[in-house]
């Protein structure tokens, strides 16, 4: 603790992480808005949180920080889990989606750098300053926003690029987290949609409506789900350190999402009569902890403060870039994707990670499948796409920018 600053170790704000989703849950419980348009628990107890951390740092001139050891942690489990969910048939039978997706993805990054592009010359930044309020910090997120923003300020010569970036990103995030859940309720409800097939198991996250014999929950199975997750996380980072070695540089949930891949299938194959791991109610379960206890820290660290030093420029470039995001998911990417239950499962995760990241995605599909029912290839498909591929396209059209 300083004078003006406080630092929350990593044990506390795993702590205030619980406590901040169980009071979402319980804000969420109690408030049939929030429910109505699949706003997560811990969104609502996220962004609650992070309003007092606003008030301190205003009222008292508080700012308190976090350590995210934890957090970060968590989103490698996530990932894991996604991965041991993904079944090789469902991989083969989501190839088209895959590249729909890959290619709309694609066209978003451009579209966002236009609409960033055309709002930063509109009030006063260079032209290139438009990757920060584009693709860079919105599909990319904090990270990409931050490992970007000291190029675009040697080229243009911008101080703060990096609070610029990190301002948007920030906002982005917010924004992310309350478009998703309401462009589903819109698309499901307003076209009666339901899952193709209803009885398919829950990824992420047990149904609303599920009973505690549907459940199937024991000691024993959580046991078996721990086991396989922290043997993917074991073998993602060996597989991590030699991408590494190559020169490729990933994220860490990446190749811990591959293993997890490799170990389910494999499994299936060389014991196919061993009690199940994959699409199981103990790793829904597991899963929905880990996204949720992640997303509930990363929003209650928010430095929402950061936003109001960017005024105006800021308001009106975010608001047409959720208005893009919202009208490119209801009249391109839905139909695009086949207009269907999936597809309005994708647009939920899609409008989450096209202005925030891909947790938030996942946390605005879970929303919508608890309430109206599962989509698992919409949960493998969206991951994969945001894993593998959107740093390389993101990179390459944010150099192209920048250097133009």
């Not at 170990?263 to 299936?268: C, H, M, Q, S, W």
């Not at 839905?334 to 947790?359: E, I, K």
């Not at 938030?360 to 894993?387: E, Q």
Request: include cysteine.
């Amino acid at each position: 603790m300083t004078d003006a600053a406080i630092h929350i170790p990593n044990f506390l704000t795993a702590t205030l992480g619980i406590a901040v989703y169980l009071i979402g849950a319980e804000i969420n419980a109690r408030v049939a808005l929030l429910r109505q348009f699949n706003i997560p628990e811990p969104v609502t107890g996220g962004l609650l949180a992070s309003l007092v951390v606003l008030f301190l740092y205003l009222v008292a001139g508080i700012e308190l920080t976090f350590d995210l050891a934890s957090r970060d942690f968590l989103l490698i489990v996530f990932f894991a889990g996604i991965g041991l969910n993904a079944r090789l048939a469902d991989l083969i039978s989501g190839g088209k989606p895959l590249l729909l997706l890959l290619i709309l993805t694609l066209v978003t990054i451009v579209a966002q750098n236009v609409v960033g592009a055309a709002g930063a010359v509109a009030f006063g930044f260079p032209a290139q300053a438009g990757v920060l309020f584009g693709s860079a910090s919105l599909i990319g997120g904090h990270g990409t926003a931050i490992a970007w923003a000291p190029e675009v300020g040697a080229v243009t010569g911008l101080d703060g690029a990096t609070e610029l970036g990190v301002a948007v990103a920030t906002l982005g995030l917010v924004l992310a987290a309350l478009v998703g859940g309401p462009i589903a309720r819109l698309l499901i409800e307003g076209k009666n949609l339901t899952p193709d097939r209803p009885d398919e198991e829950h990824t992420v996250g047990l149904p609303d409506d599920a009973t505690e014999a549907e459940a199937k929950i024991d000691h024993l199975t959580i046991m078996r789900v721990l086991l396989h997750l922290n043997l993917a996380i074991i073998f993602g980072y060996v597989l991590h350190q030699a991408i590494a070695a190559a020169g490729l540089m990933l994220p860490v949930f990446v190749p811990c999402l591959i293993m997890g891949i490799v170990i389910a299938n494999l499994r299936a194959v060389l014991a196919p009569k061993a009690p199940p791991v994959s699409r199981t109610p103990s790793l829904a379960l597991i899963s929905e902890f880990s996204l949720g206890a992640f997303l509930a820290m990363s929003l209650m660290s928010l430095q929402l403060w950061t936003i109001a030093e960017l005024g105006l420029a800021i308001v009106v470039i975010m608001a047409a870039q959720t208005l893009f995001a919202v009208a490119f998911v209801i009249w391109v990417l839905f139909p695009v994707m086949g207009g269907n239950y999936r597809a309005a499962v994708l647009s939920a995760g899609f409008g989450g990670f096209a202005l925030g990241a891909t947790p938030t995605a996942i946390a605005n599909m879970t929303a919508v499948t608890k309430r109206y029912g599962p989509s698992p290839i919409a949960f493998i498909v969206l991951p994969l796409v945001s894993a593998f591929f959107v740093d390389i396209a993101n990179a390459i059209v944010i150099q192209t920018i920048v250097n133009f």
